[in-house]
């Protein structure tokens, strides 16, 4: 990236108190620019308070894509008095800063600095926008709907809760039901009676929402019924800082449940691909009848960004799947080992049959792999350079690499569970790598060393709960590739 082009990304800065319209005055300047054409990413950041807290809303915006937000501030909104004095130091050289201005004030004065900049010339008639701005959340419940979703069952818990609040909005069209039942265990179990009887179930949490459904997470395995689940990370353990964000419960969704049986683990790192993982956790769920999770984090489910969703997307069904009513037909469902017809069995050879059965299922989701985007690839891919990743650090690592020195082949990896081995062994075989993660432990580096046998040599982690800030992260990974 050009000195120049770099000049041509400008942040905004929107704070105040809770219950001042942050979020609000938020978002109608994000609307503000992708309606004026440009591409947008609108982070947010709140205490884990019930009541007050700093809010604050950084939008960084350009001509071209823009992947993640920047600390630096060209504009500087401030609501409040204590907005000025909490991020003066972020103010660059000749920042704009407004306070003491009503909303449609507000956004003239933005207008007036798109204006100055040479963005945008609002003289010239209509603008087209560039994408919806949509945050990972809503793009997933957005894929949910586009694969036929049915149900709908969730208990609040930050960050999830927006996810349950959006279908809310949509329940009474196309049938779609969205309950919220006392609490997680209800969750679950409600919703393995929902997919029991046919209907198209997904369920939401955060991750200490899906500890307590672990016994039911089993019972899904167990008894072959399918089940999307959206789990989004926060930073942990127990309650540890709700609003904000961490990829440290990667092992644990692999191997969550007790007992052993097939799951899908799927990492969308922006609002597109969350979105195609909606539809794709039903699809997958209902074609094998295997829960299917779609691993979420703070940052991307909040996140808002310029998007373009792949509306193509059919709504696939399993053809020898028997459900509850159909003629002639017992449909038996049980947490007891079981053989073909629903009853429970105990001897060695048929317990060892009932496990080969589930297990076959491992051989036709590798066939599915193939079809499906399970790693993606960006940046150089001859180089002898790789960055490797999972999840919402995509956003600051492809912004990032707009400032690198040296090429590079930026790997990420979407699929979890199953472990695509031979792709990434392709990718990163032979390079010097850096993985970069939101946790204390390195553990997807550790899990490709686990399944591949590659150790990744570099780690960039960051576990302070605060999301990456890509010109911060791309002079640690150019301190590494001198």
């Given amino acids: 990236m050009s000195e120049n082009s770099h000049r041509e990304i400008f942040t905004i800065g929107i704070g105040g108190a809770a219950g001042e319209g942050a979020k609000y005055t938020g978002t109608n300047i994000g609307t503000l620019l992708r309606d004026s054409g440009l591409q947008v990413y609108l982070s947010l950041d709140y205490p884990s308070l019930i009541r007050g807290g700093h809010n604050f809303i950084r939008i960084s915006c350009s001509k071209e894509k823009v992947w993640n937000d920047y600390a630096k501030l060209d504009v500087l909104v401030c609501l409040n008095e204590e907005t000025k004095e909490i991020h003066k130091n972020e103010l660059k050289e000749g920042a704009w800063v407004l306070s003491g201005l009503n909303n449609e004030e507000i956004l003239n ?40 979703l049915d149900f709908y ?87 540890g800082v709700p609003t904000r964000s961490s990829q440290s419960d990667l092992r644990f969704v692999i191997h969550a449940g007790h007992g052993e049986f097939p799951r899908i683990v799927i990492a969308p790192g922006d609002s597109e691909e ?15 009848k295997i829960p299917v999770i779609v691993l979420l984090d703070k940052i991307l489910s909040e996140h808002m960004m310029t998007s373009n969703f792949d509306k193509n997307i059919s709504v696939e069904k399993n053809k020898d799947i028997i459900f509850p009513g159909t003629p002639g037909r017992v449909v038996k469902v049980t947490s007891y080992e079981h053989d073909e017809g629903g009853l429970t069995i105990d001897t060695a050879s048929d317990v060892k049959m009932a496990m080969d059965k589930r297990f076959a299922k491992g051989e036709e989701i590798k066939k599915e792999m193939l079809k499906r985007e399970t790693v993606k690839v960006y940046g150089d891919t001859s180089s002898e350079n790789a960055i ?82 890509p010109e911060e992260l791309a002079n640690q990974i150019n301190s590494i590739l001198k």
């Fill in 109 to 148: 004065k933005i207008k007036e600095f798109l204006s100055t900049k040479g963005l945008v010339d609002f003289t010239s008639g209509s603008i087209a926008p560039k994408g919806e701005l949509v945050d990972g959340n809503t793009a997933f419940a957005k894929g949910l709907q586009t694969a036929g």
């Fill in 153 to 239: 069952i969730s208990y609040p818990m930050t960050p999830a809760t927006s996810i349950l609040h959006y279908l809310a909005e949509k329940q009474t069209r196309d049938g779609l039901k969205v309950v919220q039942p006392e609490n997680e265990i209800s969750v679950i179990n409600m919703a393995l009676g929902v997919s029991y009887v046919g209907k198209r179930v997904a369920i939401g949490t955060a991750t200490g929402g899906f500890a307590l459904m672990q016994e039911a997470f089993s019972f899904s395995g167990i008894a072959e019924l399918p089940l999307a689940i959206a789990v989004v990370q926060r930073q942990a353990p127990a309650t």
């Fill in 274 to 288: 969350s979105f195609k993982a909606g539809a794709e956790a039903l699809n997958l769920a209902w074609k094998f």
């Fill in 388 to 469: 490797v990743f999972f999840g919402s650090t995509k956003s600051p690592i492809l912004e990032a690499s707009k400032h690198f020195e040296k090429s590079v082949k930026l790997v990420q990896i979407v699929w979890l569970e199953p472990f695509d081995i031979e792709k990434v062994k392709r990718e990163l075989e032979g390079k010097k790598i850096i993985c970069v993660e939101a946790n204390y432990n390195g553990q997807l580096a550790s899990l490709i060393r686990e399944r591949t046998g590659i150790e990744v040599a570099h780690k960039i982690l960051r576990y302070d709960s605060l999301p990456f800030d």
